[in-house]
């Protein structure tokens, strides 16, 4: 009964590939997020979509490309890789209900070698 | 622009002993705060959160926080702290993105240890 899941916890793979991270939310939310975590721990919000509409682009590279098939999905796609792409994603839900709140999933850890 | 400041980087507690990890926002009306745990190889998990109201909140395992305007404050607290509470913690604050959209901005983390 995982409420936030992320496929794959773990990825590693080599500069110039192109890689995808999905995510799913089983909670009813409308609201979808990604969040990088940096080898600092440091937590930035990356796009966040509802009712698979984007609303929140934070100014990432355009290698970036989130998409979301249905509200209980919103997967990221990255196309060459960089070294600086390694860090940890986050997918969070938010109930249109309460102001903020979010859930998050367990994370992808992506390894650019 | 909101920001929320952590400035322990690393804490470190004797298990039993009470702990208080600091956590200071900028923001300029009523604030939304959480504090967020993240156990190693794990996800955020919500620990607490105050909108409005009372100023003392509590929260899951035993946390709880209390908000001060004067101070821009929203510090965490545990009377007695188990070892199981070695991990990371997050404060943050709702604020507006660009397009006007809910998001969360987060502290830097403060790295809790706890030594037996």
């Known amino acids: 009964d995982t409420a936030v899941s992320q496929t794959p916890k773990y990825l590693v793979t080599q500069m110039g590939n192109d890689k995808s991270i999905k995510c799913e939310q089983n909670?009813?939310?409308?609201?979808m997020y990604w969040y990088k975590q940096d080898s600092k721990k440091f937590l930035k919000i990356m796009f966040s979509?509802?009712?698979?509409?984007?609303?929140i682009n934070e100014t990432v590279p355009n290698r970036f490309s989130p998409k979301s098939p249905d509200k209980a999905h919103l997967n990221l796609h990255i196309n060459s890789l960089e070294l600086g792409d390694s860090a940890v994603y986050f997918c969070?839900?938010?109930?249109?209900?309460?102001?903020?709140?979010?859930?998050f999933g367990p994370g992808t850890r992506l390894t650019v070698t | 622009a909101q920001s929320v400041t952590q400035p322990d980087i690393h804490i470190t507690v004797s298990e039993g002993a009470s702990l208080e990890l600091r956590c200071n926002y900028s923001?300029?009306?009523?604030?939304?705060l959480f504090w967020y745990v993240q156990s190693p190889g794990q996800g955020l998990q919500l620990l607490l959160k105050?909108?409005?109201?009372?100023?003392l909140v509590q929260g899951i395992k035993g946390f709880e926080a209390e908000f001060k305007r004067s101070q821009s404050s929203f510090n965490l607290r545990k009377p007695s702290v188990h070892w199981s509470d070695a991990a990371e913690y997050f404060c943050?604050?709702?604020?507006?993105?660009?397009?006007?959209?809910?998001?969360?901005?987060f502290g830097t983390g403060t790295r809790l240890l706890v030594s037996p």
């Open positions: 969070a839900s938010r109930p249109g209900t309460v102001a903020y709140e979010q859930y």
């Open positions: 909670l009813g939310h409308d609201t």
């Open positions: 979509y509802n009712n698979k509409e984007l609303i």
């Open positions: 923001y300029g009306a009523t604030p939304y």
């Open positions: 105050y909108f409005s109201g009372d100023t």
């Open positions: 943050a604050v709702g604020a507006l993105s660009g397009t006007g959209f809910q998001k969360l901005v």
